[in-house]
């Protein structure tokens, strides 16, 4: 009898994988934390979620120390899972501060472990390493954690995509209850990572497990035969979702309790300023240049990654004796899909989709569905490596050259983005420090539009005597004294994150005030027994009765039944999974990190091979082990050579200068700024498009005003401004980073991106282009107006504009009057020509009584004389304002008369109806009540 013994070889591929994670951990290891926007607001959450912890309440849903001590419910929204990780590491003995980097840390290895483990099980150890590193080294997912976001939960949340795509694929490998629990597990964590990103991940999964189910079925037999496997390969998603129902359930509900619509977030953090458009998605990559408070990091796909993505697509397409089965190309085309749509969504073009979808306009950003388009980059990039496979010779030497070459292109083109422009922080760990944070960024709850605070709450506060105890360290309590008559006592009992108790003594009832927000769970008890809560207006204050006597008076945060019935799902689920687990035969999880010698790579249940050739293995270990120390060889020499030896990757512009600005300018504006330049990539613009410029800004000595900056176009002649663009703080739009101008020191510049919507009804000359600040409380411009260019506007007959009251009427040979409008204020007057005119006219507006007296006339060249007659474009819908006249004259015998005539003869041009007849005095009559 053959006996079958086992070894187990060490699957080098996740050793790179681990080293090239530590490419993007090397920027962390400094004292402190990445300055980026979010980053403190997701470690003062921590600090809070650990302060619930410190008191026993394991799961809170309300954060008794934020929004000024008043109360938040941020944690029955706030996925728990990204704040649960360094709390945990926190409550084994290292300091806040370590714990939250260890946690940031740990998701980074997420990317290339995951990329790998994903891309390797379709397409072999050198795809799934080149995937691992188009992965790691996103420019997404590098802005996010070095640079600007610090969105750590939704880093953490795409992290887990390729983990949730390779448990699934598992399940159709090895139909085992274990692989089932992996696979509902990372899926629910991404649940409880962040919400949007869930979202959008689960119909891809979705559609991938149709996929695998799909390439597994061979006949119509089989197909009623494998429904058993489809069912296996689903459950992970309904056990996912079951099991985090404990937080989502009730947070799509009870979010209509709070501000947290649609309304609130389109009008302050509109997500049609967040789109991106192809010359950001292509940019190459771009030098920071570290005397920016704010350079420009593009949203961009990655240069490289583009082409070994496009060279993946094609070369999954062809057939290969390779992969004889079947080849990846239903594979391919799938992430092609994938990737063509979320491409689609972060263009203008499909704004009708957010704003329509429910929900996707509280995602504020389209750019967050980068991180789908980056896992499908990673699968295509990792198929490049098939384009080696008509290399029969040296097939196995080619592949491993070929990889290599990808990993070291990847990795230097990404350098650029692997040193923080920005000095870390020590951000404080007390909660005084996080009342004095939310104060001064004015951050109320850690969310910048305070999206979270009860409705109830209709007047936010600035402030609270709770946050002013904090800042002195003064020991506080939640009940409002001042509402308690002279003859009262209260003595406080209790105070915990979820209750407050205290023990009345008064002669007479009155309304306790509690500094707390009400919202659904807060319960008030008098001596054991439940009380009704008065909500107090306009503030959202819990206020209750005390009646004479002496009374305990308890406040405690309950679950609602709705939360209550979604935690038993939740246990009730882990309990299913508990048993399954226990059930499920394949115990032997080594194999996520070894694999058996001479065990075949081929996964029936995928649909095709892994990349095997003439039976070798893909990559011997020398090799493997020859890459694993080139790349620590690099990884050394930025450290301590490249790093602190040069500028490689690296610029500072000279002081009082931008090196890259298109338009270098050095303009003084009253001694307190300078304008350095400006970037304009045109000069013209079609009406109801949108023109970009970026300003960029100095200040020459500090200041306690927040100016507001702002683009105009004014006609050169009236100077009337007919677009117009303000930023409330000056800096970067699409990606919502404002800098204020009080924090401005006179050492760095500030990049300032405005957007400038031209209206369809702008006429198409030339505009001065006008820039400036100004101080909004007095509406003072800084200096004086700042003319940067003239921009010409180009017309755009797909605006063409339908007026409300449609006509036919031909002025002379070529004018004809197509329509107008009334307003209370304007008669809006459109016009069309059939060839180009050779003179200038006047247009007038009359209004006449019945004996064709004139009472009133506004005579003037079309558009007050900025657009005559001579420049109107052919076929183009022109728009020409005119004032209302007076109503006080206007009466029903009133008439309104338009006609044209020429400036220097006054003689007017005929006109004719639709039916060929003249007009009377050469003038159409509007009727009153027309109007």
Known sequence: MKTNTRSWKLDYGLLIAGILALFAIEPLLHSGLPSTADTPIHFYRTLEFSHSWAWGVYYPRWAPNLAYGYGYPLWSFAPPLPYVIPTVIHMMGFALEMSFKLFIISSVFLYPVGAYLFVKNHLGKHAGLIAATIYTFAPFALRELHLYGGNYPQYMAIGLFPWVLWALARIQHKQKTTNIVIASFIYGSVILSHLFHALILSPVAGLYVCLLWF????????????????????????????????????AFIERQYTRAVEDIYISVSPFYLRFLNWTELLALPQVIDSRAINPWVPFSLGIVTIILAGIGFIAMLIPSSRSPSRSPSQYAIFFSIVLGITIFLVMPVSEPIWTNVPLLAVAEFPWRVLGLANLSLAFLGGGSVYIMKGVRKYDNICDSFFMFIAILLILITSMVYLYPFQPFVHYGNTIADMTRYEKQTQTIGTTTLGEYLPKWVEEIPESSPIADAHLKSNQTEKFDRTTMPNNATAQQLESTPIRDRYLFTTETGFHARFLTFYFLGWHAYQDGEQIDIDIEDNTGLITVFVPSGRHEIELRFEDTPLRATANWISLLTVLMMGVLLLRGTDHNLQTLLLREEGESEYWQGVGFPIVEMGGKQLLPDKKMLFIAITLISL??????????????????SSPNAVTHAQYSQRINMADQFWLLGYD???????????????????????????YRSFVHLNAPLNRQTWAINDNFHPGDSTAQIEIPTTTWDTNHYVRDEHFVFIPPEMPPIHFDMLVGLYNPHTQKRVGQDIILRQIEILPNRRHAHTPANP????????????????????????????????????????????????????????????YPTTAWHTHLTITDPHPHPPHDLMTESTHIAIGIYHPQTFIRLDVIDSHGESMPNNQVMLRNEDN
């Open 635 to 652: 990884l050394l020499l930025k450290r301590y050579g490249i790093e602190p030896y040069t500028t490689w990757f690296r610029h500072q």
């Open 680 to 706: 304009l990539p045109t000069e013209k613009v079609q009406q109801g498009n949108t023109l970009k410029v970026v300003l960029y800004w100095q200040a020459q000595q500090k200041t306690d005003i927040n």
């Open 807 to 866: 006509t036919y009427y031909r002025f002379g040979d070529s004018i004809k009057l197509i329509g107008w409008d009334m307003t209370e204020n304007n008669i809006m007057l459109y016009w069309q020509i059939q060839v180009k005119l050779t003179e200038d006219y006047v247009i007038f507006v009359h209004l006449i009584d019945e004996k064709g007296e004139l009472l009133w006339g506004h005579d003037a060249p079309p558009i007050s004389d900025i």
């Open 215 to 250: 390439n597994h079925i061979k006949t119509p037999f089989q197909k009623r035969k494998e429904l058993k496997r489809f069912i296996q390969l689903v459950l992970p998603l309904a056990l996912g979702i079951a099991w985090t129902s404990c937080f989502w359930l009730p």
